[in-house]
């Protein structure tokens, strides 16, 4: 019950994290909005840690986890943020589609999981296709979209890889370690990139990008990054980034209602192809037994 709970939980999470990450940057540049929410998260984690009991833990397992971690903490927030800028919040959550696909992929190659199957690869097929086709739909729309896909879809990679990585360090953290050790590890390499981008925050910072951030430290960085370190330690990497299949559907009506974002027919009926996949790859079991019937037929006559 509690697995289930942490799971519908991410899922609200995950759902509007998007559309403030849009908010955030209302008067902030991209990377002026994410080093506040990093580093406060960051801070915030530690009298968190120490309500909890909890204390970082310094082994060489627990350093690769965090680095792990970082990857989608830095790497894809980095990413995604800068994406943000050109592209529509729901299109954002929807491209997110990706992520259970790309981690099977690649825990198929790094961890040996045999998950890709007929079905699955079909899905893979069905899922790139819809994709096209909200790319095609949104870069015909607005010639600066291609700049929101590109850093969406090197984000989806960046937090595929990481899924995958912290489950290959199996370091035994606790979620709230493991979140707040990867908070500060991602926090050095933030500042470490300071002098590349330097933070600029204005004399007039509107009260929507503060309570958007103020959102984004306490339920996008620590409530949810914990939440998900806890079901990453329970399931497959492959079935946690499942997630994405139902986070989009309410994206979609969070930008619709609070961001006035419309879809044109043709990216609406790509991000359905694109979730029909999805949903072909998580419950393939079916169709490959289907499959496996139709080849020894033809075996046998």
């Not at 069905?126 to 590109?150: H, K, M, Q």
């Not at 969070?254 to 974002?261: I, K, Q, R, V």
């Not at 419309?262 to 037994?289: C, I, M, N, T």
Request: charged share 10%.
């Amino acid at each position: 019950m509690v697995i289930i709970l942490a799971y519908l939980t991410v899922i609200l999470i995950w759902s509007s994290t998007p559309l403030a990450i849009q908010f955030s940057q209302q008067g902030l540049d991209f990377y002026t909005a994410l080093v506040l929410r990093m580093w406060f998260a960051a801070l915030l984690s530690v009298p968190v840690l120490w309500l909890l009991r909890q204390r970082l833990v310094f082994t060489k397992g627990a350093l690769t986890s965090y680095l792990a971690g970082s990857v989608g903490v830095y790497g894809a927030m980095m990413s995604v943020y800068w994406g943000s800028l050109y592209i529509p919040s729901g299109l954002i959550s929807v491209m997110y589609g990706l992520s259970p696909m790309l981690s099977g992929a690649i825990a198929y190659v790094w961890l040996k999981e045999r998950e890709l199957t007929p079905a699955r690869l079909l899905a893979l097929l069905i899922a790139l296709s819809g994709l096209t086709l909200v790319v095609s739909a949104r870069t015909a729309v607005d010639a600066d979209a291609w700049r929101g896909i590109a850093g969406t879809l090197l984000s989806v990679f960046f937090f595929a890889w990481s899924a995958v990585w912290v489950k290959k360090a199996n370091a035994g953290l606790h979620p709230m370690v493991q979140t707040s050790g990867t908070l500060g590890f991602s926090s050095l390499l933030y500042l470490l990139t300071l002098p590349f981008f330097g933070i600029s925050i204005p004399e007039n910072w509107s009260l929507k990008s503060q309570l958007g951030l103020g959102y984004l430290v306490l339920f996008g960085s620590i409530i949810g990054f914990m939440l998900y370190f806890y079901i990453l330690k329970y399931l497959s990497a492959a079935r946690v980034t499942l997630i994405t299949l139902i986070a989009p559907v309410l994206a979609l009506t969070w930008g619709n209602l609070l961001n006035d974002e419309s879809f044109e027919r043709v990216a609406l009926k790509g991000a359905a192809l694109l979730l029909a996949g999805l949903a072909l790859y998580q419950w393939h079991r079916p169709l490959d037994r289907c499959l496996k019937r139709i080849f020894f037929r033809k075996i046998l006559n």
